[in-house]
């Protein structure tokens, strides 16, 4: 059972790298082409990634989407936390801001 947790994570963590490293289009290839056992479709980890792949493809509805359906499954702390200020961003914010003191927060 931990062995099928790790290796699902880690091929969703290759989808996420990939999307940074090739664009956010090459990792959402990647997602469609995985077949995760039906308890990570459903998880705000799967949920999250295609929305910010999505967002940072610019396709900012599609975003908006799987971050309400993120929203609906996530723990209390992550959601107010994490997906409720991502969900809120205003269209082509980036991810992240970088104050006067150089440092990047989300």
């Known amino acids: 059972c931990f062995l099928a947790l790790a290796h ?3 091929l969703l963590h290759a989808a996420v790298a990939a999307s940074y490293a090739e664009g956010p289009d ?3 290839a990647r997602l469609e082409r995985l077949r995760p056992p039906t ?5 705000h ?5 295609y929305a910010d792949m ?14 309400d359906k993120t929203i609906a499954v996530a723990p209390p702390l992550e959601r107010a936390t994490l ?3 991502r969900r809120a961003r205003p269209r082509g914010e980036p991810l992240h801001r970088e104050d006067d003191d150089g440092i990047r927060r989300i």
Request: proline letters at 0%.
């Open 54 to 67: 999505h967002a940072r493809a610019a396709r900012f509805e599609l975003a908006r989407a799987y971050y």
């Open 39 to 43: 308890w990570l479709l459903g998880s």
């Open 45 to 49: 980890l799967w949920l999250g990634a």
């Open 83 to 85: 997906f409720e200020r």
């Open 26 to 28: 090459t990792g959402l």
């Open 8 to 10: 699902a994570e880690g």
